[in-house]
């Protein structure tokens, strides 16, 4: 039931959004505290069809190298692609790719590390999954399939293997959701098909889950409010034209960077601190290409395009500031106590009598190595996530399992190889000997807006925003 109230002067409301793929962790919804497993509903998502082209999932052995390239599609329909090395080391990886969008057609692709992975000797295999949209659930319970199929796969293409001695999980953007939540306790416990991975590497990754729903409504009910066009209704149908014109002289895309208005500037410190507070290389991500995305996924659905039956976001607990002075000015406190508040439904992403969630929590429960890369200027899945991550792991005592590193690029997901590369070694490392590898400190608000922060393990050969780890 839909429950609605008015507290002056602030509307609230039941609450979401959409999300194609992700600030105070107030607003989320970690249903993880004792609610009553719910039967299984009956969803929009659970209504759609789906399916892949076999012809999309042949693949070759890359060029100077020789390997087994299997191919095929699973019982459940989701198509899927193994690669071995003839001199295979024991180590099979896992590729979690990220948000395919709302299309019918499945899709597999090569992980972005394949040609290191072959040339180290590791077998890897990866999932179109079942469905598309944003489903982590399929996204698990799909990807540990392959997992668990691995052996079976080979030795139906004529090659015997043992079982791996070792699983890790790498992903990306809702491919990190996916790692992430893959060694969670609860998908361990709840997850029909159950894989014990090893170690788990989130790139780029929606690691502070449902979170990144919140966030996105945030972001877009701040900038129709700083151009006094709403919202004044959830879910929220606006004019993001009529919205640009008052925020930007020059509105952002991928070929240029945006130039903010006065009024854009408000909404640029409103972002800077929902999406992680002040760092390098933001304000590039802010006038970026992403703005667009963001705001054409942001406060639209509260199902998440029907992953959910009931509507997930909301913005009760957030501040929306104006400014970079932590003070709250009488701007500011007007323009909190008038903007719309929406309220989530505690139960939208309630557990479920069978199985995981619809989107599988990141609680910060986990037991194996986990080390993330993070891109400071991501407006899309912001570093925010981090510190929601960390915090959590730090509540349940699993920080010592968690290293994570910030990377000063401006886009989502924007890792060089040997920035992936390293961070793969270095968690193998971490598995095989115990010994954690270094990191950096996400939640010192000092540490985070120094001008140097990133430079540790970012790769030195890029081109942008390097000169401060020059100096």
């Given at each position: 039931m839909?429950?609605?109230k ?7 409301l ?36 789906f ?59 090569n ?82 098909n159950?894989v ?11 690691v ?24 004044d ?11 640009d ?9 991928f ?23 002040d ?49 709250r ?8 106590n ?9 139960a ?8 995981l ?23 899309y ?9 960390q ?29 992936r ?9 971490w ?7 270094d ?23 890029r ?9």
């Amino acid at each position: 039931m839909v429950f609605r109230k008015f507290l002056s002067p602030t509307l609230i409301l039941t609450s979401s959004l959409l999300l194609a793929a992700c600030g105070s962790d107030s607003n989320s919804n970690n249903n993880d505290s004792g609610t009553t497993p719910e039967a299984t509903p009956t969803r929009v998502q659970d209504a759609r069809s789906f399916a892949v082209d076999p012809a999309t999932l042949p693949f070759k052995s890359a060029d100077g190298t020789t390997t087994d390239a299997w191919h095929g599609v699973m019982d459940n329909g989701a198509g899927y692609r193994v690669e071995v090395p003839d001199n295979w080391n024991g180590v099979l990886v896992m590729w979690a790719h990220g948000y395919r969008g709302t299309g019918e057609e499945l899709t597999v692709s090569n992980p972005p590390m394949r040609d290191w992975l072959i040339a180290n000797n590791y077998a890897w295999a990866a999932s179109s999954y079942s469905k598309n949209y944003y489903d982590v659930q399929a996204g698990i319970e799909d990807t540990n399939e392959l997992a668990l199929k691995f052996t079976t796969i080979a030795a139906e293409n004529g090659r015997t293997l043992f079982a791996p001695h070792k699983t890790l999980i790498v992903g990306e953007s809702m491919g990190g959701h996916v790692a992430a939540a893959a060694v969670e306790q609860e998908t361990l416990s709840s997850a029909r098909n159950q894989v014990f991975y090893d170690g788990a590497l989130p790139l780029c990754g929606v690691v502070g889950g449902t979170h990144e729903y919140d966030y996105l409504l945030d972001v877009t009910f701040a900038a129709q409010h700083v151009a006094d066009l709403g919202p004044d209704s959830f879910p929220a149908d606006f004019d993001q034209a009529a919205i640009d014109a008052v925020l930007w002289n020059t509105v952002p895309s991928f070929a240029q960077q945006g130039d903010p208005t006065a009024e854009g500037l408000k909404l640029e410190a409103a972002v800077r601190v929902l999406s992680g507070g002040d760092r390098p290389v933001f304000e590039a991500g802010f006038r970026g290409g992403f703005y667009n995305v963001v705001m054409g996924t942001g406060g639209r659905d509260g199902t998440v395009n029907g992953i959910l039956e009931k509507d997930l976001m909301g913005n009760i607990g957030t501040f929306y500031q104006l400014d970079k002075d932590p003070l709250r000015s009488a701007e500011e406190t007007t323009f909190n106590n008038t903007i719309l508040r929406v309220e989530g439904d505690p139960a939208a992403n309630a557990p479920r009598a069978e199985g995981l969630r619809y989107f599988p929590e990141v609680n910060g429960q986990f037991n194996v190595p986990v080390l993330t890369l993070h891109g400071l200027g991501d407006l899309y899945v912001p570093f925010v996530h981090e510190q929601v991550y960390q915090r959590r792991a730090v509540a349940n005592g699993s920080d010592r399992l968690l290293v994570q590193r910030a990377i000063r690029a401006p886009s989502h997901c924007d890792f060089t190889d040997k920035e992936r590369n390293t961070a793969f070694s270095d968690l193998v490392d971490w598995v095989n000997t115990g010994i954690r590898p270094d990191g950096d400190n996400v939640l010192d608000a000092e540490k985070v807006a120094a001008a140097t922060y990133g430079c540790d393990f970012s790769d030195p050969a890029r081109t942008d925003f390097m000169e401060a780890c020059t100096l």
